[in-house]
């Protein structure tokens, strides 16, 4: 029986595409987070990690 303190490995996501394209997250339609939430929300599975982009300073 495996350890309970143990900790898994972590995997490669598994996602295909990120259409989230304001998300902080996202470069070139892939995520870059180092783990990912998804919760249950009106509209099915979201990401509960999006963070959108903030607007860069004009200097």
Known sequence: MANPQEKRAQAASAVASCSATDCSY??????????????????????????????????
């Open 26 to 59: 996202n470069e070139n339609r892939e995520c870059h987070a180092g783990e990912i939430r998804v919760e249950i929300g009106g509209q099915g599975a979201v990401c509960a990690t999006y963070n959108p982009t903030k607007p860069k300073a004009r200097p």
